[in-house]
């Protein structure tokens, strides 16, 4: 039996969803809470002088941080949270960059892998949106207009990932049946010029100003950092195609939804698929949703919302934990603050 006390904290109403998903008998002692009860739920487990997993997703994250990571004046062995776990895949909701303090030495493992089949079909499903100009036959059904017109080729149509990790490998299997010209940047100097997905691999920053100046859909799969803050500005998208499409499955802080939502009425490019936004909830005097159907996918973060993947990323905890509790440490899927990710 453990001497750890589980905490979970979630967002969105997830924590009971998160905890039927573990076995009492990994953890047979738990505390529950979200952003509105944090401080009632989880006093008597910050209290019990007992070691804590703590277990996060979303906002609420930062605020189980704050809460339980205020003792980081005390040496390590006496700190109460041993080992933390993001439930996503990524840790900007956490902002550890500014709580490095709290954080010390505390390892962070993620959900990172997870989510990037449903994250990839997405993309799959946006260039096929665009290229078949979907928006364009439901206008014409709601009009009863019978509209007959050519539409262009997907083979060999060139796509720019940017971000070519987990999500970006996991794109490129989805997408090679459908014959188009794959390119992924990668953060590091690639092994091999061509992959065995046959697709190109670049690095550095003029390989992706090349990418984004030359693609036909540039998919944007980059993690939150410092360097990729605000990257998706109005200069970056008048640097793209005219016809371009733009995708964004990546941290909705690498764009600014305002010149997203600007190019799109002006035709600067041509569309956008979009997951995530600068700010979530999108505010409803956001400019994006003025723009029309025949521009812009939007969807609210859910892209990869499905019972299967939940339960994978809670899965994900549990192989960890079983790791952590036998050897008291963790060597898989964890993040850096450094990196962001």
Partial sequence: MSDYIL?????????????????ESLFP??????????????????????????????????????????????????????????????VDWYHLETHRKEMGSI??????????????????????YFNSQVSVFQASK???????????????LKVGIL????????????????????????????????DDLGVTQLSGPEATEQVIRE???????????KETNGLFNRSTFEKMKKGAVYINIGRGSTQVDDDLAAVLQEGVIAGAAVDVFQVEPLPPSSPLW????????????????????????????????EEFLKCGKVSGYTASIDTGY
């Avoid at 905490?7 to 076995?23: G, L, M, N, P, T």
């Avoid at 723009?291 to 192989?319: D, G």
């Fill in 7 to 23: 905490c979970i904290v979630a967002s969105f109403k997830r924590e009971e969803q998160i905890s039927a998903v573990i076995s």
């Fill in 29 to 90: 002692t738990r505390f529950l809470a979200n952003e509105s009860n944090l401080a009632e739920n989880m006093k008597e487990a910050k209290e019990s002088g007992k070691p804590i997993v703590l277990l996060i997703l979303g906002p609420a994250g930062e605020k189980a941080i704050e809460y339980f990571c205020d003792d980081h004046d005390k040496p390590e062995s006496e700190r109460r949270v041993k080992w933390m776990h993001s439930v996503s895949a990524g």
């Fill in 107 to 128: 390892p962070i493992t993620t959900g990172r892998g997870v989510y990037s089949f449903y994250l990839g079909m997405h993309v799959a499903t946006s260039i096929l």
């Fill in 142 to 156: 709601e009009a009863k207009k019978w509209d007959v017109f050519p539409l262009r080729d997907i083979v060999g």
């Fill in 163 to 194: 971000g070519y990790g987990d999500i970006g490998r996991e794109t490129a299997k989805i997408l090679t049946p459908l014959k188009l010209s794959l390119t992924g940047v990668r953060r590091g100097t690639p092994e091999a010029a061509v």
């Fill in 215 to 225: 693609s036909d859909f540039l998919i944007n799969a980059l993690p939150a950092t």
């Fill in 290 to 321: 003025e723009v029309p159907n025949s521009k812009i996918l939007l969807t609210p973060h859910n892209v990869c919302v499905t019972t299967e993947s939940f339960n994978m990323a809670v899965q994900r905890f549990i192989t960890n934990a």
